[in-house]
């Protein structure tokens, strides 16, 4: 499976974003890291294949919505309410299989995408 994630850009702090990730075919869970400099990479959100199970990291919690069009294959994060803290390289991440125990942890998918970079700044 390939992944093409797109969409980052600069925003004002308080803006809106949403960034896409096309995969090459069908993958069961989808998901999005963000990995800021000097810091580890982290959970976002992630969504099963039927969408009816989403999930997301504590941080971004009701300003972000994870949702996929499992016809294109595509999965978007709308970011919204971006903050300063936000600003990151955002990767999307797949997984295949329905074998995964921990949507949370980066070592559960096997396929990436190149990243994405998103900055907050006025």
């Known amino acids: 499976v390939q992944l093409q994630a797109s969409g980052g850009g600069l925003v004002q702090p308080g803006g809106s974003l949403r960034l896409s990730c096309e995969a090459s075919g069908r993958t069961y869970v989808m998901a999005w890291f963000r990995q800021a400099p000097g810091k580890e990479r982290e959970f976002v959100a992630a969504?099963?294949?039927?969408?009816?199970?989403?999930y997301y990291g504590n941080s971004v919690n009701g300003r972000f919505t994870i949702s996929r069009d499992n016809a294109k294959y595509t999965t978007y994060l709308q970011m919204s309410s971006l903050r300063p803290e936000d600003a990151a390289v955002y990767y999307c991440?797949?997984?295949?299989?329905?074998?995964?125990?921990?949507?949370?942890?980066?070592?559960?998918?096997?396929?990436w995408g190149q990243g994405t970079l998103v900055t907050v700044s006025s």
């Open positions: 969504t099963s294949w039927g969408g009816s199970s989403t």
């Open positions: 991440a797949a997984e295949p299989t329905d074998t995964i125990l921990n949507v949370r942890s980066q070592y559960e998918y096997d396929y």
